[in-house]
């Protein structure tokens, strides 16, 4: 299972940091990834990253303001998020999949990020 939290209410150009921990444990073979859902709007991918480093990220809007990190020790990716604007305002998902496959199988239960201006 994986256990999303650090959502809060923050004003604009504050920071927030995701942590994602997983309560078995993710091999090398697994990618861990950030998804947001806006209301009214899809869900849409915002970083992932394997279990030796690599990163993806396509979202141009986060471009330079949000980074993806892990603790392989603690089981654990963090997504930190600098300079938020209103429009980041959206539920974080936490997601797995196997570095095999491209769907994510495995999402945790999500955290509230809200960005005042």
């Known amino acids: 299972q994986l256990q999303a939290s650090g959502g809060g209410l923050v004003q604009a150009g504050g920071s927030l940091r995701l942590s994602c921990a997983a309560s078995?444990?993710?091999?090398?073979?697994?990618?861990m990834g950030w998804f947001r859902q806006a209301p009214g709007k899809e869900r849409e991918f915002v970083k992932a990253?394997?279990?030796?480093?690599?990163?993806?990220g396509y979202l141009d809007s986060v471009k330079g303001r949000f980074t993806i990190s892990k603790d392989n020790d603690k089981n654990t990716v963090y997504l930190q998020m600098n300079s938020l604007k209103p429009e980041d305002t959206a539920v974080y998902y936490c997601?797995?999949?196997?570095?095999?496959?491209?769907?994510?199988?495995?999402w945790g239960q999500g955290t509230q990020v809200s960005v005042s201006s």
């Open positions: 997601a797995a999949r196997a570095i095999t496959s491209s769907e994510y199988h495995l």
């Open positions: 078995v444990r993710t091999s090398s073979t697994y990618v």
């Open positions: 990253i394997t279990w030796t480093g690599a990163t993806t």
